[in-house]
Structures are given as C-alpha cells and as structure tokens.
C-alpha cells in the first residue's frame, strides 16, 4: 500500500487540474515540479503591482460552458478581450483579419469591397491549388486572405516563431485566426474569454488547496526509478521524448525567451499586445502586463508598467520546451513515441508537454474534466 494514489509530475494546468479532481474523489496526491514555484507557464510573477506572465501572455478562452463554469468556481474571471495589434514597418493593422485590418490594408469601407479584394488577392494562390487543399501554411494563408496580408501581417511574423519557411508548416496553424467581414477586433471567436481576477496563480492555489506540493523536484533524478513505491499511478505532464530517454530520438520543440523590463510611466503601448511582424524586429511581439488586468483610470492608477519583448528560438537542451513543431518529422517520431505510450502501465500522459500537442489552456482543463475514473 503506497502512500499516495497519484503521483503527479508537472504542476501546470494539466497536473493542477487532475490533483483538484482526484483530491476530490477522496484520492491522495503528490505533485512535483522541477521549477522553484507551482502553475507551469501559466505562472505569474508580481512586479511593481502588476502580474508579469513569465512564461508568455496567456488569455483564457474556451467555448465550452463546462470548462468555464469550472474555472469561475475556482476563481472570477475577468472582462479581458484579447486584441493584439500588428505593427508591420511602422504602421498598425487590427487583428484578427477583420473589416478594420481590410480598411487599414487597402481602404475599403464595405464587406462586399473587402471580399471582393480579398478573392482578387487570393485568385493566384486558388487558382494553382485546384481542387487540392492546402499543403502548408503558406498555401493555407495565401488561399484564405492573400497576397498583401500574408507578405505584411503572416510571412515575417511565422518565421520568426518557428524558424522555419511557411512552406514547411502545416496549414492548422494559420487556421487558429479567424477572418472576419465585421469591425470586430477579438482575437477570438469563443463565447468566454478573460483573465483570473488576481492573476493566474490564485486559479493554481484553488486548484492545488490541500495537494501536497514540493517543488524543485526532478522527476527524473529523484522519482523515475522509484515512483511505484511512491504511488499507485502516475501523471505525467513532462516532454514525451524524455520520459522514454529519447530512444527513438529528440523532439523538437520551439522556445520563448523574454525581455523584461519595468518602465517609469504608466503606459507603454496602450495594449496588452503588439505583435512585430516584419524582420526589422527581432522579437515577435511586445507585451505590456497591466492591461491584462487594469482597465481604464486603474491603467494611470498605478504608477509603472512592466513590458516584455518575446524572442522565438529553437529549442535546446536545457532550455524551456514550449511549442511543439508540428513539421512532418515530429509528427511522425511524436506517433512513434505516442505507441509507446500504451505499453506504460499506470501512467498517464498528459498536456502540452506529455502529449506533444499545440494545446490551449482549456483544452488541457477539458481533457481532465472528461477523465472518468479518476
Ligand atoms: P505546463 O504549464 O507546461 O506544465 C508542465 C509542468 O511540468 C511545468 O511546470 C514543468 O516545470 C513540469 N515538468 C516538466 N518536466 C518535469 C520533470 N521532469 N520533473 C518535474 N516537473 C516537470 N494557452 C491559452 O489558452 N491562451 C494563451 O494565450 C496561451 N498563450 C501561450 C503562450 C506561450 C508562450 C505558450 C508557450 C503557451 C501558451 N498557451 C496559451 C498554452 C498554455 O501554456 C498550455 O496549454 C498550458 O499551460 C498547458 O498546461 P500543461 O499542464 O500541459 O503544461
Ligand atoms: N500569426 C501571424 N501573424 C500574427 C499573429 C499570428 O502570422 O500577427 C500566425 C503565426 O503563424 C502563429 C499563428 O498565426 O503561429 C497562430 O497564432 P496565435 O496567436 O494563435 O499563436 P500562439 O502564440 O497563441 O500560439
């Protein structure tokens, strides 16, 4: 008889998810995290009274009622609507695609004028695919909105997340934007969206309430050989690769590191989010944390603000694995390693991470909610 039911390796939303739900069920649970705090990316450091998202911005949105009644029982969320804005040589373009980004672009005022110029635009790209469907990222977005908003607002800004041609991504990625024919600039199409009111860490405490946690705990060093006398099960929410020592060889992964620094006024950009979509910048956009949070006079309330420039790079080890590279070699290893995955008794694989997937965050909370034996 052990003395835990889960171990729990990852504290992310995934791990935090499933300890809040198997301590329910009346199971004990150990969570681990190799870093020195709990929350996974989703964690937030204050500084000068402002939640700094360390691991990258993150917006909550889901379209699923379940998923968001779940988090509004942990903690309140707030009115956030996420609206980046793309700066291409200096001038600024609404995001996503919409009736403003088509104003901006080329001066039409109408759906009907934008549509007509966007089939203009697209006709090439259309017209050399026939009937097939897009192959890649660049024949997906030339086919959706064409020439000028692929070259101004697309091209520039994918290579530099991925490091790599629009011709060698898939198609998916692009499909996350929507495009619009009304002045609408959410960035997202979902029914919910929003921040935890407090920050994301207060979401983690709810949800880690009377879990016991140590942090600064590697699974590797200090649990892999010996986690059957630890604990019944595991839950892993680690790199897939590295839980089987990379025996059939090493994902890749894309990293994020940031520049953070704290200005001496209270508004930067006027926005949470700037994205930098030529090669002139080398970062791929600018966040400014308060306005994630602060709204209106509390913006000019607070004295400071705190910004951080996002480089992409590629991942190495030792560094931070954030994205999964969805090219047709890591899918095809990730399906190599995912058989594997069947043969391990009593573990399972979760999240961004332990799944290789381009996961959002409430995809991660809605995989643990569907769980049924917990
Ligand atoms: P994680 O949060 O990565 O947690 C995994 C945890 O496991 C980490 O804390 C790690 O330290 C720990 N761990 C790993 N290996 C070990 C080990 N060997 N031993 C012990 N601990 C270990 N989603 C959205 O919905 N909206 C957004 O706006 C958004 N923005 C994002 C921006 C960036 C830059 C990134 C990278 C992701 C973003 N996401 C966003 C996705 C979101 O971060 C994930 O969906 C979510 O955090 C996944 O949770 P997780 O538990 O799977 O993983
Ligand atoms: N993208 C782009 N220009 C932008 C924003 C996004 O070309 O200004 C592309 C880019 O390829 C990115 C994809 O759209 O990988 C999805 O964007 P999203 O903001 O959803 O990515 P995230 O950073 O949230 O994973």
């Known amino acids: 008889m052990n003395q835990f039911d889960y171990l729990i390796v990852g504290s992310g939303l ?7 739900r198997a301590t329910k069920a ?9 870093r020195e705090h709990l929350g996974g990316n989703v964690y ?6 402002i939640n700094v998202h360390k691991y990258g911005a993150h917006i909550f949105h889901t379209n699923n009622k379940q998923v968001w009644d779940f988090v509004n029982s942990i903690v309140e969320f707030n009115r956030y609507t996420n609206s980046p804005v793309a700066n291409y040589k200096g001038k600024l373009y609404n995001l996503p695609f919409n009736m403003n980004t088509f104003y901006q672009m080329w001066g039409v005022t109408t759906p009907a004028e934008a549509s007509a110029k966007i089939e203009e635009q697209k006709a090439e790209a259309v017209a050399a695919l026939g009937h097939r469907e897009p192959a890649n990222l660049e024949e997906q977005a030339l086919s959706l909105v064409g020439k000028d908003i692929f070259e101004k607002l697309i091209k520039e800004y994918t290579e530099k ?5 629009c011709k060698d991504l898939p198609a998916f990625i692009i499909k996350r934007l929507p495009v619009r024919f009304v002045y609408d600039n959410n960035y997202f199409n979902d029914k919910y969206q929003g ?3 407090g920050g ?3 979401l983690v405490d709810g949800l880690l309430r009377g879990v016991e946690c140590r942090t600064g705990v590697d699974f590797f060093t200090d649990y892999k050989k010996n986690w ?11 790199a897939l690769d590295e839980y089987f020592d990379y025996r059939l060889g090493r994902l890749d992964w894309r990293t994020v590191s940031f520049k953070t620094r704290v200005e001496d006024f209270p508004n930067f950009q006027g926005n949470a989010v700037v994205n930098y979509t030529s090669h002139d910048q080398p970062y791929t956009r600018i966040i400014e944390h308060k306005h994630f949070e602060m709204f209106g006079q509390a913006v000019y309330d607070c004295p400071k603000t705190v910004i951080s420039e996002e480089y992409s790079t590629e991942y190495k080890i030792g560094m931070e694995p954030y994205y999964p590279v969805n090219d047709d070699r890591n899918n095809s290893l990730a399906e190599e390693y995912r058989k594997l995955v069947a043969d391990e008794k009593d573990v399972l694989f979760g999240g961004r991470l332990g799944q290789y997937r381009y996961y959002d965050m409430a995809p991660v909370i809605e995989q643990v909610l569907n769980i ?3």
């Open 14 to 20: 995934f791990g935090a998810t499933f300890a809040y």
């Open 26 to 34: 009346g199971k004990k649970c150990l969570v681990i995290d190799k």
């Open 44 to 49: 937030c450091e204050n500084v000068e009274g």
């Open 161 to 165: 997340q991925w490091g790599r041609s």
């Open 195 to 197: 921040i935890p009111v």
């Open 200 to 202: 994301y860490n207060k």
């Open 228 to 238: 059957r006398h630890v604990a019944d099960k595991l839950v892993y929410t680690g």
């Open 372 to 374: 049924k034996d917990i």
